[in-house]
């Protein structure tokens, strides 16, 4: 099994940002490589990021619970990742992939929503703090166009000022998607499911929010719907969308889903 080595992307970009405070000049280098052999590809990547807050986090309007912060400091962290991939069979009709993804970041400056007061929530700095951790994803792929895919992300997370992890990062998510279209017909069903464990709410491990459970299904037909698995409750029906549904999909951190249509 021979392989074949190659560098993926290397970057160097220097934005000059008004009113970043001590960094008006920011150069942000990225850089990753890959060696790949018949069924197998391991892969590297590493670089830096930063980002302005944006301008909901500087002026949220103000309530008795939230509001912005205008004294808000850039996000700047610099993140790596490695991992490998194998892949057998045939993808389109028998075949099975994995790919393993260890990764770390380190903070400066992060912005996260946290409790300022009572049961007020602000947007603020964390100073430094890191996370780190490992993804595990598979898809497995078998006959009537029939298609499974799950995934496994474990996060720790640490702030230095307080030694607790940071809020609202779950340390375990889990995500599966079924999608299958029956004789391979013209109709697909499809199906997607996420789960994130409890997490703080706060930076000194007080407050905590439990685990969550949403399941997304839908048809081709023109119809999404959403379950609260926990309450085993609809949560909406996006009925009215207008067009045949192909697939749908949640954000990494599951606070969003999107849906795809023809």
């Not at 464990?197 to 299904?217: K, T, W």
């Amino acid at each position: 099994d021979s392989g074949t080595f190659s560098v993926t992307g290397g970057t160097l970009r220097v934005e000059a940002v008004s009113g970043a405070g001590d960094t008006p000049v920011t150069p942000l280098p990225s850089a990753g490589v890959a060696l790949r052999g018949a069924w197998w590809t391991a892969r590297a990547h590493g670089g830096r990021s930063f980002r302005l807050p944006t301008f909901t986090e500087l002026y949220l309007p103000e309530s008795e619970t939230a509001g912005g912060n205008p004294d808000l400091k850039p996000e700047d962290a610099w993140s790596g990742d490695a991992g490998i991939s194998v892949c057998a069979g045939n993808e389109k009709r028998f075949g099975a992939s994995l790919e393993v993804t260890a990764f770390e970041t380190l903070l400066d400056q992060a912005i996260v929503f946290a409790p300022v007061a009572g049961h007020r929530y602000e947007p603020v700095n964390t100073g430094p703090s890191w996370f780190y951790g490992l993804e595990t994803a598979g898809v497995l792929m078998l006959p009537w166009a029939t298609e499974l895919r799950a995934s496994w992300t474990r996060t720790e997370s640490y702030r230095e000022a307080t030694g607790e992890p940071l809020p609202f990062r779950p340390r375990d998510r889990l995500t599966g998607r079924f999608a299958s279209r029956p004789l391979e017909g013209p109709v697909e069903i499809f199906a997607e499911g996420t789960w994130a464990s409890g997490a703080y709410a706060d930076f000194f491990g007080n407050l905590a929010v439990p685990d969550g459970r949403v399941l997304a299904a839908g048809t081709s037909d023109r119809s999404v719907q959403l379950w609260n698995y926990q309450s085993r409750q609809a949560i909406t029906n996006l009925a009215a969308i207008g067009q045949p549904v192909d697939s749908v999909a949640f954000s990494p951190d599951g606070q969003t889903m999107l849906s795809t249509h023809r």
